[in-house]
């Protein structure tokens, strides 16, 4: 069933709105005049700050990518940056690392939610399919055309249109922001303001990123005949993000190929995804002062990729999927 969306142009003084705190009012939210709490620290909670200016939610940060080989929208001309990893989202753990998900589904514009899926509060209330325009078409109103075309160039769906995807990482992930809360753009809100931010912000995360050229100067570059070594992989990582993140693999485990046959390794042996962790002063949307954390923060694990000596494969795109080289 179509969510009907009415455009928000009109003034709301002080009344209750759906964010993340109910209640809360879409007044006095002057963050030049709020102490930048860092996220996760004592200061950074909803009682003692201001949850618009300093993030009290999901304040332990995630700006992720992927490497893909291929799109399956080569044909339609969705294609992969040269020399360059793509954009996966921005999430909000909370400070124990555990996560919730499309916390507001009057802003739910994922168009293929996973069968089952529900929101994260403790009714559980299934997620429905969206069937209005692609959130791509958001961005008109606000002139940001520059911006469609950096997210068309960058942030790259693999087996599904690219504004499907962007759909689905705004509605699960953004909506868990305190930040991103509508309450927080004030009596003058214009509708889908929010989406716009939370675009330009998962962008200035990505920028500060630049995974391919980290991996490179490290002398591991896409191969689809040399493999290699996790450790190798992570240091080249490390070294230019200052923590250690979380490495992402897939494709078959290590025992289960030629290679590793006999090995207790198991681990994955296709080079995939990088998640690199946050603690951010005041809002995620300055941007200022992040601080870089290890992946492990919590005991979490940082891989799932096999540590075997050249056991892992960091494949070329396929021929067609990329587009021209990125400078």
Known sequence: MRNTLLPVTAVFVGTAMAGLYPGESNLNHTCALV???????????????????VETYG????????????????????????????????????????????????????????????????????VPKYTGPGIGTFLAPFGKYDLLAWMNKFWIAQGQPNSDFWGH?????????????VEC???????????????ETAVTY?????????????NIRPSNTTAYTFSDIQSALNTGFG???YIGCSGPRYNATAEGEGSLDNGYTRLTEVWYYHHVYGAPQRAQGLLPV???????????????????????????????CVK
Do not use: M
């Open 59 to 126: 304040g332990l940060v995630l700006s992720t990518q992927f490497w893909d080989t291929y799109t399956g929208y080569e044909s339609s001309g969705q294609l992969l940056p040269k020399n360059s990893w793509t954009l996966h989202g921005l999430w909000p753990d909370f400070c124990n690392g555990s996560y919730t998900q499309y916390c507001d589904l009057k802003r739910q514009y994922d168009p293929l939610p996973s069968p089952n899926t529900t929101n994260g509060k403790p009714d559980g209330v299934p």
């Open 294 to 324: 290890n992946a492990s923060i919590n005991g979490g694990s940082v891989t799932n990729c096999a540590k075997a000596k050249d056991a892992v494969w960091y494949y070329k795109r396929g021929q067609g999927s990329e587009g021209l």
């Open 169 to 181: 990482e705004f509605s699960k992930h953004a909506t868990c922001f305190s930040t991103f809360d």
């Open 243 to 245: 923590a250690v993140p």
């Open 35 to 53: 102490k930048p709490e860092l996220s996760c620290s004592a200061g950074a909670q909803h009682s003692l700050t201001d949850s618009c200016c």
């Open 185 to 199: 753009y004030g009596p003058q809100y214009r509708e889908h303001e929010e989406v716009v931010d939370f675009f």
């Open 206 to 218: 990505f920028q500060r990123l630049p995974t391919w050229a980290w991996l490179s100067a490290g």
